[in-house]
């Protein structure tokens, strides 16, 4: 009998014939080819085409980080993934690949294969924005926060949703990369030498560590909704109107996908995750002489809060409690999550540039370039955790960060 504790490209086929739920998906008897892509921290990804056309994308966690083997790392987060998955499914099944299959005993999930789509990092990288993705993604964070928060979900069903999708171990890594190492000397850190002085002087600020300190505690104690927990511009796929190789009738498309940090926490990470993301895209875009497409880029916060906003709205004359839950709550609620969105923006900025996992926009730049948008990162980070409180616009507050990323990049 075959072993499938690590599938290998040798090992796919025989593995995609012992799994029943995956016999209408594709054909095992007639795999064509089998191609490893993971290319994250965490896991193995293999896209599976049959002789007919027909494909899969299985992703096997393993037990350790990929690019580091001797820091170990649960596999049932893949069991996280696949709730999440599910319920987000559920809510909102245009915005999410369609899962066919979870083998909990291997951790394998079958997933649906969107190679016709890229990642949008990638993309922002290469210069194209695909401005659309920033109003799906909005919509799909409004729809799965309301329909797994206690607005769409008997209350009774909430909690045993906030017990199944309990995930310590990978929550616990954000608690310690993204609230508290960039704070501290670690050995995940590292940073350009000419950006050690930025570095200490974020250290320094007493404001800025008391904002990351009650964002951390509150990422750590809020149950709002099955967040995402992870979704940065790499955990996005998207595909333009009429496709991207050949022309064809296909509608543009937005997934988010990679849900394996994912757990009841607050709404506001998720979009704060994505809102840090474009700061980055937009430094990059900055250093590499190209301002109006930093604007451009730093116009997306305001589209992802709009249409997050449009759609909690719509979605809020159907919550199951309406006798304490009047207008005024919506509006408490919305500003909540915006607040949050701001400060988790903000950390998820800082600790791309200072700590582990950091994000290719910024690190493939060569250093003269790097060290001012490392720079500018920090800067626009720092100012949007402390500003936030007088500024309750989203697009003010990224325009302000446009501002500071102007102001610190290194002069061409
Ligand atoms: C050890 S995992 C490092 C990072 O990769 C993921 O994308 C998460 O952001 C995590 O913090
Ligand atoms: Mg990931």
Request: no cysteine.
């Amino acid at each position: 009998m075959t072993d499938f504790t690590q599938l290998t490209a040798d090992t796919v086929a025989a593995y995609l014939a012992s799994r029943r739920a995956l016999a209408a998906v594709i054909d095992a008897d007639r795999i064509a080819s089998v191609r490893e892509v993971g290319d994250g921290n965490l896991n193995l990804v293999f896209i599976v085409e049959d002789a007919g056309g027909a494909s899969v994308v299985l992703k096997q966690s393993l037990p350790h980080v990929r690019t580091d083997p001797s820091w170990p790392m649960t596999r049932e987060r893949s069991a996280r993934e696949a709730t999440v998955l599910g319920e987000h499914q559920r809510a909102d099944a245009e915005h999410v690949p369609a899962l066919y299959d979870f083998d909990h005993e291997h951790y394998v999930l079958a997933i649906e294969n969107l190679s016709d789509h890229r990642v949008w990092r990638n993309e922002l990288n290469a210069g194209r924005v695909h401005e659309y993705a920033a109003d799906a993604i909005g919509a799909y964070v409004a729809r799965t926060a309301f329909a797994t928060s206690p607005l769409g979900l008997d209350p009774l069903e909430h909690k045993a949703l906030v017990a199944r999708a309990v995930n310590p171990e990978l929550a616990q890594i954000t608690e310690d990369l993204v609230f508290t190492e960039p704070y501290i000397d670690h050995p995940h850190n590292a940073v350009l030498p000419a950006n050690e002085p930025d570095v200490a002087a974020l250290r320094a600020d007493r404001a800025l560590r008391r904002e990351m300190g009650l964002a951390k505690f509150r990422f750590m104690t809020t149950a709002q909704s099955l967040i995402h927990g992870d979704l940065h511009t790499g955990s996005v796929f998207v595909r333009p109107a009429g496709g991207f190789e050949k022309a064809t009738d296909a509608p543009a498309s937005v997934r988010a996908f990679d849900s394996e940090f994912g757990f009841v926490g607050p709404t506001g990470f998720d979009l704060g995750a994505l809102w840090a993301n474009l700061i980055l895209a937009a430094a990059r875009a900055e250093a590499l002489g190209e301002p109006d497409r930093a604007e451009l880029v730093l116009s997306l916060p305001g589209r992802l809060w709009g249409a997050f906003e449009r759609e909690y709205r719509a979605l809020w004359p159907e919550r199951l409690d309406p006798r304490v839950w009047g207008d005024e709550v919506l509006e408490h609620l919305l500003a909540g999550i915006r607040d949050d969105a701001a400060v988790f923006a903000a950390a998820k900025a800082i600790r791309r540039i200072v700590g582990f996992a950091k994000a290719s926009d910024i690190e493939t730049l060569p250093p003269a370039e790097r060290e001012g948008a490392a720079r500018g990162v920090l800067q626009a980070g720092r100012s949007l955790a402390l500003t936030r409180h007088g500024i309750a616009d989203v697009e003010a507050l990224a325009a302000e960060s446009l501002a500071t990323l102007r102001a610190t990049g290194t002069p061409r």
